[in-house]
């Protein structure tokens, strides 16, 4: 008698922050594995767009709107995406953005909207979707996380205070679920080439890059894919009943020199 039963073929997953970057490519990647996915953002007409190539594909996608930072949302996004495909069996939560800013020169109310995001955000998920998985037995949880956790970056405070809570908001729900059958995961990425950034204006991003290169935080001008981290993910919730994959943190690789 096997300890665990398999999981089934088809897992229904949803993805917040899939309009862009690690959250689309991982939504595209779950559903051409055959698992039916729910992406949400506030930019829903985005998810659309992912969620229509996948069904061109012959995958299964709707596209609804999330916005992270609202509980209701979250509540609306959970029940419509239920009903579209059944119960969640894969929960990827992605959204995000990053506010770069010293600390102290930062207003609180922006301190706390990247905790709301990052932390509070993920909880309103895990509270409107684990529930339910332990009362199945199973089920897989991914909280993406990020490397400023064991090397914060300056200019970046709240982002590694939010990033902090969520690690540890994750390492204590692995032990309150452990024997559930439901798993918790953090994938902690690498500077990663998304969306995430790409709003700073040019002095802005200079004056960050000169600062992370005087603290040896950017050894090399290397950047992973949204696709490679979402193929991590995927690794992580596929991994056999009986494994668990706690935490995988992924760094683009050095080029070789000629
Ligand atoms: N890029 C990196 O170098 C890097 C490194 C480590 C960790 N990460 C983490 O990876 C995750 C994905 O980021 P990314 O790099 O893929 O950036 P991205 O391309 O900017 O994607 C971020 C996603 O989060 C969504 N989002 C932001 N605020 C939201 C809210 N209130 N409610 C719902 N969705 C919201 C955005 O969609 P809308 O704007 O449409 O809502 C977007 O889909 C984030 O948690 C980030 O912290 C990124």
């Known amino acids: 008698m096997p300890r665990f039963a398999p999981h089934p073929e088809r897992r229904p997953a949803l993805v917040s922050g899939a309009s862009s970057g690690i ?7 779950l ?9 949400g953002a506030r930019r829903v007409e985005r998810c659309e767009q992912v969620a229509a190539a996948i069904r061109e594909r012959g995958g ?5 709107p999330l916005d992270v930072a ?16 059944g119960d969640p069996e894969i929960v990827v939560s992605g959204a995000g953005d990053l506010a770069a800013a010293r600390v102290h020169e930062l207003d609180p109310e922006s ?3 990247q905790l709301q995001v990052h932390l509070v955000g993920a909880h309103r998920l895990v509270s409107q979707v684990v529930p339910g998985m332990v009362a199945r037995a199973r089920g897989d949880v991914v909280l993406v996380s990020s490397d400023v956790v064991p090397s914060p970056r300056p200019r970046m405070g709240a982002y590694v205070a939010a990033k902090n809570g969520l690690e540890g ?4 729900m692995r032990m309150e679920l452990e024997g559930s059958g439901v798993r918790t995961s953090l994938v902690r990425p690498g ?3 998304t969306g995430m950034g790409m709003t700073w204006d040019a002095e802005t991003t200079a004056a960050v890059l000169e600062e992370w290169v005087g603290w040896g935080l950017a050894r090399h001008p290397y950047f992973l894919e949204p696709e490679q981290v979402a193929a991590v993910i995927v690794t992580v919730v596929t991994a056999p009943r009986g494994v668990h994959l706690t935490l995988v943190e992924v760094q683009p690789e050095r080029a070789v020199e000629p």
């Open 23 to 29: 959250g689309a490519a991982t939504a595209t990647l």
């Open 31 to 39: 559903a051409s594995a055959g698992h039916p996915v729910a992406l």
């Open 60 to 64: 299964q996608a709707v596209a609804l």
């Open 70 to 85: 609202d509980s209701g949302s979250v509540k609306a996004f959970v029940a419509a995406a239920t009903d579209a495909h």
């Open 111 to 113: 301190f706390a909207a």
């Open 169 to 172: 908001m994750a390492r204590a």
């Open 191 to 193: 500077p990663t080439l």
